[in-house]
């Protein structure tokens, strides 16, 4: 895909997340809060894969676990179009940093105040360096890692010990593809992940 294209991509995104969270009658708050666009088209190539967004929701993180995509919101994902082979998309919980392992130096492209445009205006010209999230604090970042694995780790615990109770599985059914299959496969794939990326770091450090 084309570096114009990718960023039109992310723009249509945020102007999605503009209009869906006005959904929402007035007495209530929409739980999306934040869109950040992530991954290999922030460096400018020339051609990008897949586009990175990290959506932000006002949900208990223990629904929000690396890789979890929760019924509640799982009409979502159609509303924004962010299910495309072109897009790699994830939740990530207010409460909790929206960088990790994965989404390095985001950029807030959408927040519940409008469309980024400045950003996404950068982004076009290959000059959104500066308006990038800083690297968080190493040590911050290991303690929130280590973390975020123990949470993933009891999710999986949930879900496996929930999965063949027939209430859990009637409930785990939801728009799209979400299946209890599916909600298994990325409880686990989301452990996986983690685990995979704490142990490459102490590796790392360890060779130091």
Not at 107 to 112: A, G, T
Not at 140 to 147: D, L, R
């Amino acid at each position: 895909m084309k570096y114009d294209k990718a960023v039109q991509m992310l723009r249509t995104i945020a102007e999605r997340c503009d209009l869906v969270s006005q959904l929402w009658d007035e007495d209530e708050e929409s739980p999306l809060l934040e869109a950040y666009a992530f991954g290999a088209v922030l460096e400018g190539p020339d051609e990008v894969e897949q586009v990175g967004v990290a959506l932000v929701l006002d949900a208990p993180p223990g629904e929000l676990t690396w890789c979890a995509r929760p019924v509640a919101f799982s009409g979502l994902p159609h509303l924004l179009d962010l299910e495309q082979a072109s897009v790699d998309w994830c939740w990530r919980p207010a409460v909790w940093p929206v960088t990790n392992h994965a989404i390095l130096r985001p950029l807030r492209i959408w927040s519940h105040k409008g469309v980024e445009a400045l950003a996404l205006g950068a982004l076009a010209d290959r000059r959104a360096e500066s308006l990038r999230l800083p690297a968080p604090d190493q040590e911050v970042a290991q303690e929130h890692a280590a973390y975020e694995l123990e949470e993933s780790l009891a999710h999986v615990r949930r879900v496996t010990e929930s999965y063949w109770e027939p209430g859990w599985r009637r409930d785990n059914r939801g728009y799209g593809s979400v299946h209890p299959e599916q909600q298994l496969w990325r409880a686990v794939r989301g452990f996986l992940d983690l685990r995979d990326a704490s142990n490459q770091e102490r590796d790392a450090a360890a060779a130091v």
